[in-house]
């Protein structure tokens, strides 16, 4: 059973352009969550989401942020214009039941941007 | 709000020493507990975890109890080896069923 997976690994982008990160969660998971690590930082909670169904974005940014984990396919991840300050690992974790607290979550190795 | 504190690193330590890696957190609540341990290139493993005062967990040698009177989950192990070299993270479940990390305590084993 493979783990959750994540690509790219590297991501290189220059400022104004769009970053897509994706997720594919542990197979028969269907609850995904990801998670920023800045420089220095521990992770921050950004996103967690269903299949089609985005749960709690409390910790997204605003502005140029989304994601999504459609019916078919990976959750994706999309910065949208990115500046020099969302240079980061991203992680991506899932769980196979619902809520983020009572169930172990399965880490993904991360997407590493780096933003020119 | 809810957080976790925890060393500051980086640690070394030579093989066989003894390790604390002190977490102390805010809650509201009795949150659950957390360890999480990262090797290089790789995302983060669930190390341990405690859910209830006076909990122990326990992983590979690794352990840390669930202190309330404290509000602290100090993580330990008797005699660490090179393979322990790694990134580790202290968390707990908190408001809203949210994740809350530390900082992580980076720890460099030297033979």
């Known amino acids: 059973n493979a783990g959750v997976m994540q690509n790219p690994r590297h991501l290189v982008r220059r400022r104004g352009q769009e970053a897509r990160l994706r997720c594919s969660p542990m197979k028969g998971h269907s609850h995904v969550y990801w998670y920023r690590q800045l420089p220095e930082e521990g992770l921050k909670f950004m996103v967690y989401?269903?299949?089609?169904?985005?749960?709690?974005e409390s910790g997204m940014p605003k502005e140029r942020f989304s994601a999504e984990f459609p019916k078919e396919g990976p959750s994706i991840l999309r910065i949208q214009q990115v500046v020099r300050g969302d240079s980061a690992a991203y992680f991506c974790?899932?769980?196979?039941?619902?809520?983020?607290?009572?169930?172990?979550?399965?880490f993904g190795p991360g997407t590493r941007l780096t933003v020119l | 709000g809810d957080s976790v504190t925890q060393m500051e690193g980086p640690v070394t330590l030579s093989e066989e020493a003894f390790l604390t890696i002190n977490c102390t957190y805010t809650?509201?609540?009795?949150?659950?507990l957390f360890w999480y341990v990262q090797y290089p290139g790789e995302g983060l493993q669930l190390l341990l975890k405690?859910?209830?005062?006076?909990d122990k967990g326990s992983n590979k040698g690794f352990e840390a109890t669930y202190r309330k009177e404290t509000t602290s989950f100090h993580l330990e192990k008797g005699s660490v080896q090179v393979s322990d070299s790694a990134v580790y993270f202290c968390a707990l479940i908190g408001t809203g069923n949210q994740f809350y990390f530390g900082t992580g305590t980076s720890l460099t084993v030297i033979p």
């Open positions: 809650a509201t609540g009795y949150p659950s």
């Open positions: 405690a859910t209830k005062a006076d």
């Open positions: 974790a899932s769980s196979p039941i619902g809520g983020q607290g009572i169930n172990e979550q399965f």
């Open positions: 989401l269903q299949k089609e169904n985005i749960i709690d």
